[in-house]
């Protein structure tokens, strides 16, 4: 094609190709014009009740092409409800070849060949509807017919990502569409645009989006009609393929979750905010990409970037809180208290203290300490107002209200402290210039102000409003004057003005003037030019004020055209000086029609207006600009003008900074939802935003980053739950959003929304799960680690008012408010409903959220019901009722009777009940007898909404209205309790957090309190001095931590670092402060190393072994059974909270030791390939590009390929998984280590592959190797359990000196310019090391992270040549470090999630991490910041640029690049590397192997090919020869147990069988690489499968014992054998084999083996339909206890002489049996070593393999015994499987599979 210009902006094909005229299209069936009534127009029907013989195509002929090169392929239609459609695209990639793209909701698994790519259609429904409910609650939506509420759907395909992705091509052009019935076509078309379907031209206008921006609203000809009042999203779809990243590969096209549907898991991000088109020039994003997009070269982008908006994002926290701020709110006996009126007696007032509670009788014991709770933190922004958000005039501080709080936080630190003595929500706040007071008022008819010293946070004074309701206020400058608006008892205007001065130094306030009018006023503000000088604005007036006289009078400012417009704020230009004259002031005013007036103070007229408008295009290059016309506006509702720019919040949810001239928008931040007030702060750095959705942060003016300071539920917390082991909390609000919290850093971790509200949650007490109840009845259960929904229940009929686990996890209960009570499977993933009982529970939801109490010892339930008088105690396993008690009649003389409202359990024992009552009582229960063993009365002066108990019964705590009490629980009438107030709405529920640290309290916030109580000394122990931690003291002297009920270690405040401090609890406390700076010189000579190499110790294998052969007439055996070895666990420190850190995969069974390999040369097999590489090991990659030198690890192995000759080689020595490798600079060394306890280090020779010398000294595995810059040394890192840094020699392999760290170290390299030189980072910061003179001493010193950060781990570094080096943090910071002066100079934020790879050549850094994504950053000016030897933070960086970025498939844990950063490889957790090529945008995909356990291996019957199957549900068909991925079928949610080739015989050998989890059977036919047939002969998981000899029928065992007979033709199940019903069967073989010898009839011969050691022999003619029973076989056993763990039973008919069948299982002996069907006896026995996991037979040489779980692959000659015994598995041994010549064998060991060459004994 010439020119592809007249393709832009889209392509409309119908049009193009004149399609009703059907002379370049084609029409095919039944196919016919109509017109629709939706979209009221003429559409397309295609009908037909086979979808191939009804279609329209385009173009008509196969020679004919439509040379359409838009990238996105967009089709408008519905799918016909009830049938199947489907659609062909075939496109043409740059090789030449096409490519046809099909998709159909007849598709139930994504299959993909060279040339064809199918893909399930999962439609949509429409809203609400049953359909659409349904396929919301299962895990990956339904496939099948169309819904009978199918929509109109709008399909984008970016056909570019999915060849990229898929197939690895590159697209050119569209050559064809065929549309197939069933379905309505409206048109297609084509376009290199974005296109949402879902925006007008209008908002597309406002929002500044146009074709040169590569977005924009849908074409009109093309888009779908909305009902007036409607939103396009509730009438139609609107689907996106790939989608945004947010689907794995292979998965189907189908519609996102709603945004207000099932709960979906969404993650939130810190600084949210979206940077729009006309700054994009100074303020760039980060944009994720597909896995095969790589951005431009040349993009810009800044290095802290403003995120994108949407709680879909993942928040990680800036750092932990200081927990010495908090607001200790207590009773002190020298207070004069005085109440106020109206209030409860729980609200007083104090006239000098700032913390008012009730006082305490002298005459009572008082609760200590005292006091004994303080409030430490709150979650929580607004409450009357979210106007009100204030800077302090350092900069460093924002002041908020929360309610009836007002909060003051640290924006880097996020401390808080609070300033609390208001009873009701906060209506207005206000400074004077200075930021020294604090003017304040509450909203009601006791509206008051409280002025408050800001420094200290005490109250100066409190006087009354005389007015209704303030909602506003304003100090002058100087802090004389303030200025009120209210509502008087008429409910009309009134403004009055105080006298401040002496209520400042704690006087009273008096009223200079007041004045009521009937104009409307939404804000007023004192100028800052004169103290008796107002403005204020409302609707329809803009007015100035003056005090004079004691009057207070008022002018409007003529308005003329704008005097009907509804004024929201006014502002001065800030920067005026102060004696300016009056007639240069200038006053701007916003509106809700957006208009902006620019008004002359001193004429008290406009002088100009400007509205906001959309951007208009100048030209298709130049950057769009924002200005103000005539035309429709955005509502305004704040604006802040500084000296330089003003700022503006809008209703469309942007922050706009625009020039002082508004000619452009210098920078603007988008929210998710309206903005409510801007700010910008005294030096004009930074400016505030305040949202109307509870969202609170700053947008930093010189970096152009967004920082979000606060998230907030946007109404009532009605519940919570806290998870003590991750320190998560759950809320559920009436806002309709479930949301999980840091504990620590108060950051929003996940917001789960739906349409239905919730009501309660519970977290699980050992799993990342929890539960949430919902108003209409629906408990769900969702995973956090994963973010999906696990479970949903249906089974109440009211709203759910209790949900709690049983302490020891098994078992969850749920109650609703119509009386009915569920037990549910909490150990399985879906909950299953165990019983449910009807009308037990007491009806009403004044009991939720926490209706249902369980006892510590997860024995019984106790719960009010069945009326509200009752309390009734179950038994918790079975819900069966043990005791009811009426509390009724407990007190005789009471005139009412008292109802229950609360029950617990005491955490000391399960016999005690307490029970709070509608009388204000707490009552003291025996669940033994129902009798009643004490109470308290008058607890609150309102009914106890919460209850709870300290697990130590030490204190129990209380809360009623707004209130919260601590008593003591053993003493609760002889010792007065201390109350405590904060909350302004009453409070929903309160409890000790798990590690009895803190307290939560929830209701119109989050509050989050410490305990300060001391722990009991009966239970903690002896006590440590000066520590924060308790400490038990064993034998040896050393201290661990005291375990509480809990579980946790007491400490006196928990902390959100998870790094292990070095053990110095003996030691003296100022011997702990020097400990900053380490030294130590020599290993511990107790402990020496002993390096070994093939010099040092003589090979004395033997060639060959033999195992005993017994026959029959010989002895019986000797037993020579060894006893087992357990090796004891030993009390390991935490794992750090990053991935980083090396955690080696769980092994069932330990090395056999005592095993002997042969020597290489004389091994019976050779290893001949390794397919995989291991994703769970950290930093197992290498890669020298200038001696091409690749190098991976797969388990215990490390292949090498040598690039250069393309020849491959393995390194074998290592028995165990190795965590990490290097390779030296010159690649003639590598080193690798292996082993989770004494790893060993082993040194190879490249060159020749063989092991220089190996040497053992972590007690742990190795978490990070390194070569020194000269190869002369290395270093070897430990991991937590033993964090030691050891300095090897290269050429000996001889320890140095060793020197041992405090914390966890994730990652350590030498430094390339200076010898000697080193650096690690890890938990504690990062340390700068220097080896001595002859590396006999390292001396460290260490250096903490900057504050910037936070309290994160660092988890990797690189070295720059220029003297700096960088390191990553577990927050996504990059910091720039100077070596020689040790200090950090430069931040900023890299990435979203933890960086775990770092890599840095010349100016150019890679970073790559927990998100996936891996980017390549310009970093030439952090040379320059360190040169001007300044400290840039990540607020001040402007220039850090990202060129190019790739997301991948998994977590980032290894890369090596070239020297110029061009090209380079990467592996990910998925078990893939790649190979990345910036220069030219490509990505290749090297080494990928299964993501979980292979279950089996086949092999075609020429050998061409073999296929693997996995518990990830793949079925993978690899080529024999080049080890490549010939074709891969994927099936959702379900494990693929087992695999059967299609033998020559039957009509078609090329088919593969395979058994599915779920109990079903798929044929894939590698032909047509289409799924053939899908059957389900059974209802649990398939444990075996076969074909018959003949091919004529499949054989399936299932895990009940049942075999099924099916046809690969018809599908029908002939036959099920019920022999074995009981046992699962281990194995399942045929044979073709003339069974008349054995005097039955029969062509073939069937084996059974079931895991009950009893195996069957059947002689079958299928052709017949016969089937007889030829021998039946029991082999005896020993009783055992552990049945689940017993080896399998195995059979197999011997290869040369079917009459022998050779049987192996748990029995008397470790042994194989050789049985003959002829003789009906054992012939033969070969004795084993170990229990077999796996046999194969090879039909050659007499050869038998023999896997187990020891990691021993065993080839056994079966004619003498010979045997040989090979360890190159890193895992138990699962499978083995000869090939059907012998001369190959697989075997696997989880997701390691090996090829081995078979030469033979």
Known sequence: MASTGWQNPYVNIFKHVKVEEWRRSAKAGDVSSSMDRTLRCPVFLIKGPVPTNSYILVPKSSNQTLGLTGRYFYLLFRPTPGKYFMVHLDVAVEEGQAVRISFSNMFKEFKSTATWLQFPFLCGAAKDSVYEKTSRSARQGLVGPAPASARWTCLMIDLCSTLSFYLNRHYTHLKSVKLCANMAVKNMFTSDLLLDPAMTFNEAKLRGLSSSRGTGPIPREMSFPVPKGGFWNDFYDHIKFPSDGTKLPFDSIQKPDPAAGTPSCQKNEPGAARISGPVQHRVSICQPIDASKLLPRNRTSVLSSVPELSPSDSMEGDGPLSRDAGVHVYARPQVALRPHGGSSGDEVFCASESLPVASVKESEQQLLPDPILRLSRIIGFGGATAGDALWSQSGEEVVYPCHAIIVSMKILSREQRFFIGHTDKISALTFNGSTTVLASAQRGSNSVVRLWDYSAGTCLSMFRAHAHSLSCLSFSYGGGILCGVGKDRHNKTMVVVWNTLNASKGGEGTILAKAHTDVDIATMKVTFFDDTRMVSCGRENVRLWRVRNGLLRSCPVCLGDFHSLDFTDVAFQQGDASDQPVDHRTLFASTRSGHILEIDYSRVMVRNARRLLPAQQQHAERREKWTFNTGPGIPINSISVSSSFCATGTEDGFLRLWTLDFSA??????????????????????????????????????????????????????????????????????????????????????????????????????????????????????????????????????????????????????????????????????????????????????????????????????????TPHIITVADARSLNELLHVDISVLDAEGPDLDAALKVRFSPASAEHLLVATSANKILWISTKTGRLLRQVSNVHRRPCSSLAVSEDSRFLLTSGHNTVKVWDYKRTNQVKPQMYIGHSQPIRQVSFTPDQL??????????????????????????????????????????????????????????????????VSAMDPEIQEDLGHLSVCDDDPAKPVQPTGPSQIPDHRP?????????????????????????????????????????????????????????????????????GYNGNGRGNMGWSPDQGLFAYSCGGLVVLEHLHTGTQSHLQGHSEEISCLAISNDAQTLVSAAGSSRSLVSVWDVQT?????????????????????????????????????????????????????????????????????????????????????????????????????????????????????????????????????????????????????????????????????????????????????????????????????????????????????????????????????????????????????????????????????????????????????????????????????SPLSSSDGSRIAAGYGDGTLRIFQLTSTEMEMKLRPHQEAITAITYSASGHVILSAGSKGLVAVSSPISGVTIRVIRDHKGAAINS????????????????????????????????????????????????????????????????????????????????????????????????????????????????????LAVGCKERVLKLIKSTSGRFQDFLQHSDALQTCRFSPSGSLLFSTAYDEVLLWAVPGL
């Open 665 to 866: 928008v210098i920078l603007e931040a988008e929210h998710e939802g309206p903005v409510a007030v801007v700010s910008v702060s005294f030096d004009n750095q930074q400016v505030l935003a305040a949202t109307f959705s509870g969202n609170l942060g700053y947008l930093d003016v010189s970096s152009r980053a967004y920082n979000t300071l606060m998230r907030s539920h946007t109404d009532e917390v009605l519940g919570f739950s806290v998870d003590g082991i991750r320190r998560h909390l759950t809320t559920a609000s009436a806002d309709g959003t479930v949301r999980v919290w840091d504990k620590d850093s108060l950051q929003q971790l996940y917001d789960f929304v739906s349409m239905d509200n919730p009501r309660s949650v519970a977290f699980h007490p050992h799993e990342s799960t929890f539960a949430c109840g919902f108003s209409s009845g629906t408990v769900r259960v969702f995973d956090i680690s994963s973010a999906r929904l696990l479970a949903e229940h249906k089974k109440h009929r009211g709203e759910v008012i209790g949900l709690a686990f049983s302490p020891d996890g098994d078992l969850m209960y749920s109650a609703d408010s119509e009386g009915s009570l569920a037990l549910h499977d909490a150990s399985e993933e879906d909950h299953s409903v165990i019983r449910v009982t009807c009308n037990v529970v007491a009806q009403g939801t004044e009991r939720a959220p926490d209706a249902l109490a369980v006892s510590g010892d997860s024995s019984r339930l106790a719960f009010v019901g069945p």
């Open 998 to 1063: 803190g307290v939560v309290s929830v209701g119109d916030a989050i509050f989050l309190w410490d305990f300060l109580a001391e722990p009991d000394e009966c239970l903690i122990g002896r006590r440590s001095p000066g520590r924060a931690s308790y400490f038990s003291w064993t034998a040896d002297g050393e201290a661990n931590a005291a375990q509480l009920s809990g579980g946790m270690p007491r400490q006196e405040a928990p902390l959100p670092s998870s790094q292990q401090q070095l053990d």
């Open 1103 to 1171: 060639v060959v072994s033999f195992l005993k052969v017994t026959d029959l007439d010989s002895a019986s055996p000797v037993e020579s059974d060894e006893p087992d070895t357990t090796e004891l666990d030993q009390n390991k420190p935490d794992h750090p909270n990053c991935y980083k850190h090396f955690t080696p995969r769980l092994k069932t069974l330990s090395l056999d030791q005592s095993v002997s390999t042969p020597r290489p040369q004389d091994g019976g097999i050779k290893l001949k390939a390794v397919i």
């Open 1249 to 1541: 592959a063989t092991c220089r010398g190996t040497a053992s000294h972590h007690k742990g595995a190795v978490q990070s190797l390194a070569f020194s810059r000269d190869d002369l040394f290395f270093l070897s890192v430990g991991d937590f359990s033993d964090p030691v840094l050891a300095l090897w020699s290269s050429a000996s392999v001889q320890l140095l000196c060793s020197v041992s760290m405090s914390a966890p170290v994730h990652d350590a390299a030498f430094s390339p310019a200076a010898a000697g030189q080193l650096a690690c980072v890890g938990s504690e910061g990062i340390h700068f090391c220097l080896i001595h003179t002859r590396a006999t001493d390292i001396e460290a010193c260490r250096v903490s992270a900057p504050p910037e950060v936070g309290d994160v781990e660092l988890t990797a570094l690189c070295y720059h040549l220029d003297s700096f080096l960088l390191t990553s943090t577990a927050g996504g910071h990059v910091c720039a470090w100077d070596v020689n002066k040790q200090r950090c100079f430069m931040v900023w934020k890299a990435d979203e999630g933890e960086i775990g790879v770092l890599l840095c050549r010349e100016n150019r850094l890679l970073t790559g991490g927990a998100t996936g994504r891996l980017q390549l950053w310009q970093i030439e000016v952090v040379q320059g910041v360190k040169f001007a030897e300044t400290t840039c933070s990540m607020n001040d960086v402007s220039k850090v640029v990202v060129e190019q970025e790739v997301v991948l498939d998994g977590k980032l844990v290894s890369g090596a690049f070239d020297n110029f950063m061009d090209m380079g490889i990467v592996g990910t957790t998925a078990g893939t590397l790649w190979y990345i090529n910036w220069s030219d945008s490509s990505i290749i995909r090297l080494v990928s192997g299964h993501r979980a356990k292979v279950n089996d291996v086949v092999f075609s019957h020429d050998e061409s090919r073999f296929a693997t199957c996995s518990q990830d549900g793949s079925v993978r068909v690899w080529s024999t020869g080049s080890l490549e991925l010939v074709v891969q079928f994927q099936v959702i949610n379900q494990a693929c147990g087992c695999l059967s080739w």
């Open 1628 to 1743: 399942i073989q045929s044979v073709s084999e003339q069974c008349k010898r054995f005097g039955l009839e029969g062509n073939e011969m069937v084996l059974v083996a079931g895991a009950d050691r009893r195996v069957s022999v059947w002689a079958t003619n299928w052709f017949k339909e016969k089937c007889d029973l030829l021998d039946w076989l029991s082999f005896p056993a020993p009783p055992s206890s552990e049945e689940d763990s017993l080896p399998p039973c195995l059979a197999a008919f011997y290869p040369a002489d079917h009459s022998l069948l050779l049987y192996t299982g748990y029995g008397l002996e470790k042994e194989l049996s050789f049985y003959s069907l002829t003789k009906k006896q054992i012939i033969k026995k070969i004795s084993l070593t170990h229990w077999a996991t796996c046999i194969s037979l090879s039909p050659r040489g007499h050869l």
